[in-house]
């Protein structure tokens, strides 16, 4: 059997060792309670030829065939794709992630904090029943005519860029209502930094209950005021801050009482009795900072923290870590744009889930990779071209030394306008579904 297996899965299986050893793997199975036989797609091999597939973006199953030289079928691999049992794969996503992190030289840390990413994104999956029941698609779209979309939740560590856990549920699912489940994996005094859609009391207090830290930028409906006269409605503003002035920390820069909302505003994700078990004040820091940036108008930012102490956590590391907070609409376009993970290939729910946290441990291989040629090169691992890692990854021969790869430059305050000039396709999009086309050809003609 190992004769027959090609120099790139050899190569694979090399590179996973490090941080998924097969132990590691077989260990995870049988902590879940999956029972298998002795066969040739054990579930070692079986999420090797799975890895090998999704790095050579998402490959056909009839090339993956010829590329790890494995005698299969494609029925024969479906099947053992389908054994693999999702809590493992998971498992394994934590571990080997907690792994690379603590292989890299060891955490970056920000002020003495861990602190990781949260953000939300989406993928389209092909069109079946079952997928479309569960995920559903755009309520814009008639039915028929679009893919079914997962939503996506994924948590990041700020630093290595490094994904700690992928959440999938259904498409009208507000991130709000699924973020909590990512809060075990945090530890007492850890940091996390999301976007306005995960600003809110219930959120903040939650997190308050773990020990968590958090930044968040300021919700569009929450009132701010740093005005000492907060009675004074400023210019524009409408209505009055609901929180309670404490203490001016300097220019933009206050500590405030957030008050519990009432209990008919009790978010429907949240059970009454945990509502009511959360405090009933929260002491916050809200501050706000300038982007003026060339070409650009000036535009302000509103940030709420847990982080109160202004001489621990200077405004201007809090403004410069959450300038940070967009690297993770890279990463996302790494999984999505780099690796195809804008459309997957299964066909079945957990076939989805399991797809998507296979995803995570190749793109966490190839930042495992990023971080050993960083510290090699002496940038840090974000300069390091993902594009450029994959390739070599895909060229590279076993035992073969690390070469120098490509460093992308720094572009500071660089604003591209969103726009493409090349049209990838000329076809018009569907407005009809395919069985009501092709009995009117006519439709298509217009």
Not at 38 to 59: A, E, G, S
Not at 108 to 127: K, R
Not at 154 to 172: K, R, Y
Not at 256 to 281: E, F, G, N
């Amino acid at each position: 059997m190992a004769a027959t297996i090609s120099a790139v899965l050899q190569r694979i299986k090399s590179d996973l060792q490090e941080f998924l050893p097969d132990a590691v793997v077989l260990d995870a199975c049988r902590q879940v309670g999956h029972v298998w036989r002795r066969r040739q797609l054990d579930p070692v091999l079986t999420l090797q030829l799975f890895i090998l597939q999704v790095l050579h973006f998402n490959t056909a199953l009839s090339h993956l065939r010829h590329l790890s030289k494995v005698p299969m079928t494609a029925a024969g691999y479906c099947k053992a794709r389908m054994r693999l049992p999702l809590a493992a794969l998971q498992m394994l996503l934590r571990q080997s992630s907690a792994a690379m992190r603590r292989g890299g030289g060891g955490q970056s840390l920000w002020c003495g904090l861990c602190a990781f990413l949260v953000d939300g994104s989406s993928t389209i999956t092909p069109d079946t029943a079952a997928l479309d029941q569960f995920f559903g698609h755009p309520s814009n779209q008639k039915k028929g005519c679009s893919f079914p979309v997962p939503k996506l939740l994924g948590l990041f560590d700020v630093f290595s860029g490094l994904i700690v856990e992928v959440l999938c549920f259904p498409l009208f699912t507000h991130e709000m209502s699924q973020v909590w489940k990512v809060h075990p994996l945090l530890g007492l005094g850890d940091l996390l930094v999301g976007d306005r859609g995960f600003c809110s009391f219930v959120h903040l207090a939650l997190l308050h209950l773990r020990s968590i830290h958090a930044c968040f930028r300021m919700h569009q409906r929450r009132i701010v005021n740093f005005r000492v006269n907060r009675k004074k409605r400023r210019k524009g503003q409408k209505g009055k801050p609901r929180s309670k002035f404490l203490k001016r920390l300097g220019k933009h820069d206050q500590l405030v009482l957030w008050h519990k909302p009432p209990r008919h505003q009790r978010p429907k994700w949240i059970a009454l009795q945990q509502y009511l078990s959360l405090p009933a004040t929260l002491t916050l820091r809200e501050l706000r900072y300038r982007l003026a940036a060339k070409g650009q108008r000036t535009r302000e930012v509103t940030i709420v923290t847990t982080l109160l102490d202004p001489a621990l956590y200077p405004k201007e590391k809090i403004a410069a870590l959450y300038g940070i907070r967009w690297q993770v609409e890279t990463h996302l376009a790494e999984l999505k744009t780099t690796l195809k993970m804008r459309k997957l290939k299964s066909q079945t729910v957990a076939g989805v889930q399991k797809e998507l946290a296979v995803y995570c441990l190749v793109y966490n291989l190839v930042h495992a990779v990023m971080r050993k040629a960083a510290a090699r090169q002496q940038v840090t691992p974000d300069r390091i071209s993902f594009i450029d890692t994959v390739r070599w990854l895909l060229s590279a021969r076993l035992g073969e030394q690390m070469p120098k790869l490509f460093v992308n430059p720094t572009r500071p305050n660089r604003h591209e306008p969103r726009v493409i000039k090349d049209l990838q396709d000329t076809y018009r999009k569907m407005s009809r579904p395919r069985k009501y086309l092709r009995q009117h050809p006519e439709f298509t003609k217009r």
